[in-house]
């Protein structure tokens, strides 16, 4: 049911990067495809110094009973470097939030089959953003214009 196109809303996360070039944050979209019945196949488009990129992942399905959902993992390279992602709540067809977490870390996003989310919706992220001990400092807002229809390059993370 996650399958299909998706654009980034906005993330709330503590990671350096975001804070130190949140003013360059470019409109992001995905796109999801179940590969086997379980993995998901994601394809990323955003654009980096004005070329459009492609970055494609695969998530693999976790250990069940995490109590925020259905956790997947994106195998990263090196000790550690393991991604778990949960999707944390959605309806499938407007909004979905997901959590990532990376050791310690953990990142909140917030997904919408448009640029574009209810105010309500918004509400409800912001409150799952507070449940894990973020805040609106760390909270950032993705442009709902500029999309890439394609890429001029792409990477594979694996």
């Known amino acids: 049911q996650l399958a299909g196109m998706w654009f980034l809303v906005s993330v709330a996360s503590r990671c350096s990067y975001l804070s130190e070039h949140s003013h360059r944050l470019e409109a992001t979209a995905m796109t999801v495809s179940v590969l086997d019945g379980q993995s998901l196949a994601i394809s990323t488009f955003r654009k980096l110094d004005g070329m459009c990129w492609e970055i494609r992942q695969c998530y693999l399905p976790g250990l069940a009973g995490t109590h925020w959902g259905c956790p997947l993992s994106f195998p990263g390279r090196g000790h550690g470097s393991k991604v778990d992602v949960v999707v944390g709540e959605t309806d499938y067809s407007s909004y979905a939030i997901l959590y990532y977490q990376k050791g ?45 229809d394609s890429a001029d390059e792409f990477h594979i993370l694996d």
């Open 104 to 148: 310690r870390s953990i990142s909140v996003k917030l997904y919408g089959r448009t640029s574009r989310v209810s105010d309500a919706v918004v509400d409800k992220f912001e409150q799952r953003v507070r449940a894990v001990g973020l805040s609106e400092d760390v909270t950032y807002y993705f442009p709902v214009y500029g999309f890439c």
